[in-house]
């Protein structure tokens, strides 16, 4: 699986947007992006995914662009709910054989 | 059932000893998948199973380690002669369509 590089901490305002990059670079054709979370103490949830097409779900937006060689993971209004790590794996098989350090987002008032 | 579920919640083994992690898929889901999360760190692929084959297990990180799921549902996660560096939260994930839904894991202290 490409390797992927994400920054490791951002901040947001609640009831702003988030906007999470990720760098994947070697990404290969068959290569789909996905986009985990964890909230402390629990398993990764799954957000969203996508190849190569901007693909939007009722948690998030997900745009990748037009080269594939990055994507950004969008959270339209941030709650506090949303403070997590948020991962970032690009894969053809649908898992991961690691998933990184993510981006830990920390969600203010 | 609703979710994946692990047991136990929690364990501590002195170190030596052997220990067994369960998992439950959600009913249905034909992959299944093991991964360890060191403390800091996001989680390592450990073993993949369809159904009750496991086709990859290149992410086990010793022979200590096994796992089985024989009737294609509920996982077993062995480790032999824990060492200290076993010490991790070892996380379920099951899958139909290729999103994972994880378990809350089972975290394992070695002393």
């Known amino acids: 699986d490409a390797k992927t590089t994400q920054p490791p901490s951002m901040d947001c305002a609640e009831g702003r947007a988030a906007n999470l990059p990720c760098n994947h670079s070697t990404i290969s054709g068959n290569e789909y992006v996905y986009w985990y979370r964890q909230i402390h103490s629990q398993g990764p949830q799954y957000i969203i995914h996508?190849?190569?097409n901007n693909e939007t779900n009722e948690m998030a937006s997900l745009i990748i662009t037009e080269d594939r060689k990055s994507s950004t993971l969008i959270l339209p209004h941030a709650t506090l709910r949303d403070t997590a790590v948020y991962y970032c794996i690009v894969s053809n098989s649908g898992y991961a054989l690691n998933f990184g350090k993510g981006t830990s987002l920390l969600v203010t008032p | 059932g609703a979710g994946v579920s692990q047991s136990p919640r929690y364990k501590v083994a002195k170190r030596g000893q052997d220990v067994a992690l369960r998992c439950d898929p959600i009913?249905?889901?034909?992959?299944l998948f093991w991964y360890q999360q060191a403390l800091g760190q996001g989680p390592e692929f450990l073993t993949y199973?369809?159904?009750?084959?496991?086709?990859?297990k290149s992410g086990l990180p010793s022979d200590r380690f096994f796992a089985e799921r024989p009737e294609g549902s509920v996982s077993t996660l062995k480790i032999q002669r824990t060492q200290q560096e076993d010490s991790a939260v070892y996380l379920c994930?099951?899958?139909?369509?290729?999103?994972?839904?994880f378990g809350s894991g089972t975290q394992l202290s070695v002393l």
């Open positions: 009913s249905g889901h034909v992959s």
């Open positions: 994930a099951s899958s139909n369509r290729g999103e994972l839904f």
């Open positions: 199973f369809q159904n009750e084959a496991q086709l990859d």
């Open positions: 996508g190849l190569k």
